[in-house]
């Protein structure tokens, strides 16, 4: 069951790139700026409330 919620963890983050970011997000001036708690990646907040990776491939 941990091993079906980590796939569908990773699917989340690397395939349609939708995050959890943790409880601790920083505002650089422009963005909230934040790290995804499952892959780690820095992610930033979009106007509609939405968390991207920036460093999407
Ligand atoms: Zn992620």
């Given at each position: 069951?941990?091993?079906?919620?980590?796939?569908?963890?990773?699917?989340?983050?690397?395939?349609?790139?939708?995050?959890?970011?943790?409880?601790?997000?920083?505002?650089?001036?422009?963005?909230?700026?934040?790290?995804c708690?499952?892959?780690?990646?820095?992610?930033?907040?979009?106007?509609?409330?939405?968390?991207?990776?920036?460093?999407?491939?």
């Amino acid at each position: 069951m941990n091993k079906l919620r980590k796939k569908i963890r990773e699917f989340k983050c690397n395939t349609l790139d939708w995050h959890k970011p943790i409880p601790t997000s920083t505002f650089d001036g422009v963005n909230l700026k934040s790290r995804c708690r499952y892959c780690n990646k820095v992610i930033l907040k979009d106007s509609q409330g939405n968390w991207f990776s920036i460093n999407r491939r």
